[in-house]
């Protein structure tokens, strides 16, 4: 199983950036697609976004899109989360998460999909 750690979590004010980066051990790491997904207090955890192995598709929440940039470096074993315009909506544990090395059923991925998690990095935005 992939080992996952986040790191860059933090209090910002509305309007600033973070970003999030998570690393990753094991040699399968460039072969499985990975993700960051968020929950809040109350609320289902939602993905936010999500890349292949190759790094050339991704997806994203309609409600970080063109605000949140997800991206990868298979050299490093690591997947970042480039955060920026951040909103006080924004707030909330975010996690990553590695897939299982298979195909997926459904683009974008549930969160079942994914058979790895981090121990998840708090992201507070205040007003």
């Known amino acids: 199983q992939v080992q996952l750690v986040e790191t860059g979590g933090g209090l910002v004010q509305t309007g600033g950036s973070l970003r999030l980066s998570c690393a990753a051990s094991?040699?399968?790491?460039?072969?499985?697609?990975m993700a960051w997904f968020r929950q809040a207090p109350g609320k289902e955890r939602e993905l936010v976004a999500a890349?292949?192995?190759?790094?050339?598709?991704?997806t994203y929440a309609d409600s970080v899109k063109g605000r949140f940039t997800i991206s990868r470096d298979n050299a490093k074993n690591t997947v970042y989360l480039q955060m920026n315009s951040l909103k006080p909506e924004d707030t909330a544990v975010y996690y990553c998460?590695?897939?299982?090395?298979?195909?997926?059923?459904?683009?974008?991925?549930?969160?079942?999909?994914?058979?790895?998690w981090g121990q998840g990095t708090q992201v507070t935005v205040s007003s």
């Open positions: 890349i292949t192995d190759s790094g050339v598709t991704t």
């Open positions: 094991g040699r399968t790491f460039s072969s499985l697609a």
């Open positions: 998460a590695a897939g299982r090395g298979g195909p997926f059923r459904n683009w974008p991925p549930p969160s079942g999909d994914f058979g790895s």
